[in-house]
């Protein structure tokens, strides 16, 4: 995000992902990990908008528990179970993980096809 120090450009990411989240479980057949996946972005994103209008820096990512914390630590005090923020936190690393997987089965093929 070009716009790393501005709290509204974060809010507006943070929008996007929650339209995201309600279009795919809107759908006749609900998308349920995209639509988690999008819900844990979105709290992340306003998580991090309100750490930035608070002038408070953070770590690049995901773990909602941890900026919980910083938002804590901040002022800035959300009522939310660590149960809930450690299950969404659970999407973000699950697609972070699988994208990471795909990337190294795409450079394994490569690797064999130039062989």
């Known amino acids: 995000m070009s716009e790393i120090n501005n709290p509204f450009a974060w809010a507006e990411k943070a929008e996007e ?6 279009s795919a479980l809107r759908r006749r057949k609900p998308l349920v990990t995209g639509t988690c996946f999008h819900a844990q972005q979105c709290a992340e994103k306003y998580m991090k908008a309100l750490l930035v209008s608070r002038k408070a820096g953070f770590p690049m990512i995901h773990d909602l528990l941890l900026l919980n914390n910083l938002c804590s630590n901040a002022g800035v005090f959300l009522e939310i179970e660590a149960k809930l923020l450690n299950t ?3 999407y973000a690393f699950e697609r972070v993980t699988l994208v ?5 089965l795409m450079r394994k093929r490569q690797s064999k096809l130039q062989n």
């Open 88 to 90: 969404l936190t659970d």
């Open 100 to 104: 990471k997987n795909q990337h190294l």
């Open 17 to 22: 992902d929650f339209t995201l989240a309600k």
